[in-house]
């Protein structure tokens, strides 16, 4: 259950990243502010680094099968981490979307007039990074369930590992052909 949340939850995350978060109105020509076109925004081009992360966290759902024990608990920091980059990321455009829709802008599109404190007169922002919010807390929790319970969680099958007891190379003791085919009669498999 843990990891189809996990993979839900960066699934998740990755969509709300794709989605518009903003849109400005910007002058067509210099100067001229009655002509506009309207610029949006994704919140992949305004946080590119958290939108990238949540392909770490579905590429995890692969390290937390692969892996056991202590490798098991570092998948599941990167997980973590992975988690509370994006929401900060979605937690930072929430309390001032302004200023990271600001930072998107070319400067060469706004007239020396608009280049005041407040050049953003015709703007709107989107809800979609509270589904990208919603995401990334998924990722943290599945991240610390990962950290706290991984190691006890069952690996991949072990069914084809040799074990420790058994001998194999040049000093264990050659099979013939007729104890081979004896074993074979009894049910046995003489290659272990």
Excluded: C
């Amino acid at each position: 259950m843990a990891l189809i949340s996990l993979a839900a939850a960066a699934l998740i995350v990755i969509a709300a990243f794709a989605l518009p978060w903003a849109s400005v109105t910007v002058p067509l020509v210099l100067g001229l502010s009655a002509t506009g076109t309207e610029v949006t925004f994704t919140g992949r081009e305004i946080y590119p680094l958290a939108a990238v992360l949540p392909w770490l966290g579905l590429a995890s759902v692969g390290g937390v099968f692969a892996t056991r024990g202590w490798a098991r608990v570092i998948v599941g920091l990167v997980v973590l981490a992975t988690g509370l980059v994006s929401a900060v990321s979605a937690i930072s455009f929430a309390l001032d979307p302004r200023s990271a829709v600001l930072n998107q802008l070319n400067p060469d599109q706004l007239s020396p007039d608009q280049l005041n404190p407040d050049p953003l007169t015709q703007w709107a922002s989107t809800p979609w990074w509270v589904l990208g919010l919603i995401g990334a807390l998924g990722l943290v929790a599945v991240g610390g369930l990962i950290v706290a319970r991984g190691r006890t969680w069952p690996g991949l099958s072990q069914r084809f590992e040799r074990s420790a007891g058994t001998k194999a190379g040049p000093d264990a003791a050659p099979i013939s052909a007729l104890s081979a085919w004896d074993a074979l009669d009894r049910g046995e498999d003489p290659t272990t």
